[in-house]
């Protein structure tokens, strides 16, 4: 032990340098574990937050997810969830039975609804339902007559100067129609609110025989757990059930929720957020840490294949292959435990770095909370933990040939052996087998084959690296030669037969090309094919919107406009589709459009296939063609859907359209959609003026024929689905590519860094024999060139495979990267490389003869 020790100090003090790498890159590694995990943490932490609630002990509301059961192959049958986005209400009898339970002071009913003030989008509630937040009255009285209502502060707040004061006269849009309402009191609140009587709202509401949620108020000293357990029982005895018509398998319980699930049944985005975000962190971080432990490897491993022969020359004295290893592996966990540390202090800060830049770009919806407790904040240290240990299971490995050879073996470069080669082989084979299956799947699945044969192919190309660097060389020998003056020559020949060498730097460079390529590329290409869908199919000019919705019959007073050839009105909602995957139950939430379908095709063209969308009608459908290929649908056909509200339904097949990436894979009729909307969104009315026509006047009688609306002259913007989350992918993908470049830039200029200190007899060698600083300068540079090139070129090559598999598959067209990013890329690459080859010889090629540098070389 004393031994191990000895050699393990005197080694970390002798080899500063090339440690100093290693630190870098496991200081970055723990900071990222670390930073993930606590972000990781704090989501499966997370929960709705509690507001409109707060003041219930607990809520009663409908069943906000859906089911779908399956038996993979050969396995036992498997139940797969996914939230639902639009609201599953509650049955009115539920709020009779509640009442009779023991320890209820109180069951109030609450529904919300859209309202349109002045132009702008508020909630409509009943006043009984305030008291579950508390909301009390701050000026005037609460509302008794139909005719009245309350409205919170922050409505004041914003349309004080449109009348909404105590006394005034406000007309509100409710549905489609225009009523007047007398203001009678302001509630407090810190939301726009507009409350009306109990009859009122339940009128107003659309559903009479249905309600949001139920809020229960205990009785003082009833323990809520208990009382939780008194209403579910009553709740299941007298059989009371969410309403809707739902799929076989996916029961529809009333959910009785307490504590911070009392959120649930105000932000319905909240829940199905969260686990997405825990899904898409996963695969992010999924994807660093398998980055992070090619580069902490390869790092380590390099930094001890520069002393093979001083390990060499210890086992020969007469170390044993344990004490060998004993040492290697104290050395390795000094530098590990100060590095890991360092990165796990800068996890907290990093987590809030993380959080603020999701915050900032809209990628967590309103209403997720995501808790940091005290308790969590230790968490980096076991991430800390895995780094060191990763750290030294690298440095066992990189000095396994050596601790188990002979000790005369040890002393000799062991050429790579014919099992690296097969096995890269193998990969290689592997990952193009799995990029030709993405081309055959669709949606996840191509992604999964994809992101499979990336990983596999830069696995197979780092195994390859020595024979990759020696083919290159090859090729890029006769050049160098004939161009490079004696310098070219130079440094041909040193790439070509220190292939091994070039290998380790030229797998770095593979490795940052294609995953940053990959990360870049897929979503650029999606995004770009899905733009020029949208851009394609809008054919109208002008768009009325509001806020605050469209009066009743405003789409037909539309098309009767002079110089109007066609309106269409857009709604947004979301469907669920029920599939197998090999055997496996999946459940895909979709964002979807519902249309009036009248003319559709003169403002909206979604390139029909097959059949027509002047069908669409409620109980039908019209399905993109990648999703009709994979549900075996066409014109006549029946496909079972799940809308957003968790009802299934039966819908016949009208249409096949191309245009799925812009317009959804599936198209319903308006009115179809409405009916599973909760809270619908600003009514959007899309126009196409007759070509002749004067748009300056159909604006003018268009603002005429519906008031209160705003019409948006020239070419309106395109319409386009959004995944719910597609602004977190992109935060999310910003993050892995700046992870992954930051690692390889650490990697590639600690490889090269090693690879030159190692270099130095040769260099003095060379100086020796004659060549001049010029010449060794141009030699290196050359070399790095050389290595920049070939990393470039075979990075882009085992990028293109799996993404061409991946656009062909999912947009039909060849990968794209932006020209600005393509070129970032390779400045970087061409710099680190150049920097890291140059930059730890500066001093080696100052001096004028061998020896007469400061470092004394």
């Not at 055997?583 to 909206?604: A, I």
């Not at 598999?805 to 390779?826: D, H, K, R």
Request: with cysteine; proline share 6%.
């Amino acid at each position: 032990m004393k031994a191990t020790g000895l050699l393990a100090s005197r080694a970390a003090r002798t080899h500063r340098k090339a440690w100093a790498a290693v630190f870098a890159a496991l200081t970055l590694t723990s900071l990222l574990l670390g930073t993930f995990g606590l972000l990781l943490a704090s989501a499966g932490a997370g929960h709705p937050r509690v507001e409109r609630y707060a003041g219930a002990a607990l809520v009663v509301a409908g069943d906000q997810e859906t089911r779908f059961t399956a038996k993979p192959w050969g396995s036992a049958p498997r139940t797969t969830r996914a939230g639902l986005t639009e609201r599953v209400r509650v049955p009115w009898a539920a709020l009779g039975v509640v009442r009779q339970v023991p320890g209820v002071r109180a069951a109030v009913a609450d529904q919300v609804f859209r309202v349109g003030m002045a132009g702008r989008a508020a909630l409509g509630r009943p006043w009984e339902a305030a008291r579950l937040a508390p909301r009390v009255v701050r000026q005037g009285r609460a509302p008794r007559r139909a005719g009245e209502v309350a409205v919170g502060e922050v409505a004041v707040g914003h349309g004080a100067r449109r009348g909404a004061r105590v006394g005034a006269r406000v007309a509100l849009r409710v549905g489609g129609r225009d009523a007047a309402y007398t203001v009678v009191g302001i509630a407090d609140g810190p939301s726009a609110a507009v409350y009306f009587t109990a009859g009122e709202a339940r009128r107003l509401s659309g559903h009479p025989g249905s309600l949001d949620a139920l809020g229960v108020l205990a009785r003082p000293g009833v323990d809520t757990g208990e009382l939780a357990a008194r209403v579910r029982h009553a709740l299941d005895a007298a059989g009371v059930r969410s309403v809707g018509r739902r799929a076989d398998g996916d029961p529809a319980a009333l959910r009785v929720l307490t504590g911070n699930g009392r959120g649930g049944a105000e932000f319905l985005d909240a829940g199905p957020a969260r686990t997405g975000l825990l899904e898409l962190l996963g695969s992010v971080a999924a994807t660093v840490v398998l980055v992070a432990l090619l580069v902490v490897s390869s790092t380590v491993v390099q930094a001890l294949q520069q002393r093979d022969r001083e390990l060499g020359l210890l086992r020969a004295v007469g170390a044993t292959p344990r004490q060998l290893r004993g040492a290697v592996g104290k050395e390795v966990g000094r530098v590990a435990g100060g590095a890991a540390l360092a990165g796990a202090v800068g996890a907290l800060p990093g987590y809030a770095v993380l959080r603020a830049l999701l915050e900032a770009h809209g990628a967590l919806p309103p209403g997720l909370e995501l808790p940091l407790p005290p308790w969590l904040w230790p968490a980096p240290l076991i991430t800390a933990g895995i780094t060191v240990a990763v750290a030294r299971i690298a440095a066992v490995l990189a000095c396994a040939r050596t601790a188990k050879v002979r000790p005369a073996e040890a002393l000799r470069e062991a050429p790579p052996g014919t099992a690296r080669k097969v096995t890269g082989l193998v990969l290689l084979l592997a990952g193009v087998s799995s990029a030709g299956t993405a081309v055959l799947q669709h949606g996840a699945a191509a992604g999964a084959a994809a992101g499979a044969a990336t990983v596999t192919m830069v696995s197979a190309c780092a195994l390859l690296g020595p024979w990759i660097a020696e083919g290159a060389m090859r090729l890029l020998g006769a050049p160098l030669r004939r161009f490079g003056g004696p310098g070219g020559y130079l440094a041909a020949a040193n790439c070509r037969e220190a292939a091994r060498r070039s290998g380790a730097a030229l797998s770095t460079v593979i490795l940052v090309v294609a995953f940053v390529c990959v990360q870049l590329s897929a979503g650029a290409t999606l995004a770009d094919a899905g733009a020029a869908q949208a851009r394609g199919a809008l054919r109208a000019g002008l768009a009325v919107r509001a806020d605050g919705g469209l009066p009743a019959g405003a789409v037909e007073r539309i098309r009767t406009v002079p110089g109007v050839r066609a309106a269409t009105e857009v709604v947004r909602g979301t469907v669920v589709v029920a599939r197998r995957e090999a055997g496996e139950p999946r459940l895909d939430r979709l964002p979807v459009l519902g249309v009036t379908p009248q003319r559709l095709t003169r403002t909206l063209d979604p390139g029909v296939r097959e059949g027509t969308v002047e069908g669409l009608r409620p109980g039908t459908v019209a399905v993109g063609a990648d999703r009709a290929r994979s549900l075996d649908a066409r014109p006549g056909s029946v496909v079972t859907l799940r809308f957003g509200d968790g009802a299934q339904a039966r819908l016949r097949v009208v249409a096949i359209y191309e245009r799925s990436l812009a317009l959804g894979d599936f198209l319903f009729s308006r009115d179809e959609l409405l009916r599973h909307l909760s809270l619908p969104g600003p009514a959007e009315v899309l126009v196409t003026a007759a070509p002749d026509g004067d748009h300056e006047a159909v604006t003018r009688a268009l603002t005429a024929a519906v008031p209160g609306v705003r019409v948006e002259r020239g070419a309106a913007a395109p319409i386009q689905v959004v995944a719910p989350d597609q602004a977190l992918g992109e935060v999310l993908t910003v993050v892995a590519v700046s992870a992954i470049g930051g690692f390889t830039v650490i990697a590639l200029l600690s490889t090269l860094s090693l690879i030159a200190l190692g270099r130095r007899p040769e260099l003095r060698l060379l100086r020796l024999a004659g060549a001049g600083r010029r010449q060794l300068r141009w030699m290196l540079r050359l070399e790095a060139a050389a290595v920049a090139l070939t990393g470039l070129v075979v990075g882009a090559a085992v990028a293109s495979v799996p993404l061409l598999a991946f656009s062909l598959a999912m947009a039909g067209t060849v990968p794209s990267l932006p020209l600005g990013q393509a070129a970032l890329i390779v400045a970087v690459v061409a710099v680190v490389t150049r920097v890291g080859t140059m930059l730890p010889l500066r001093v080696m090629l100052r001096g004028r003869y061998p020896g007469t540098g400061p470092s004394g070389w």
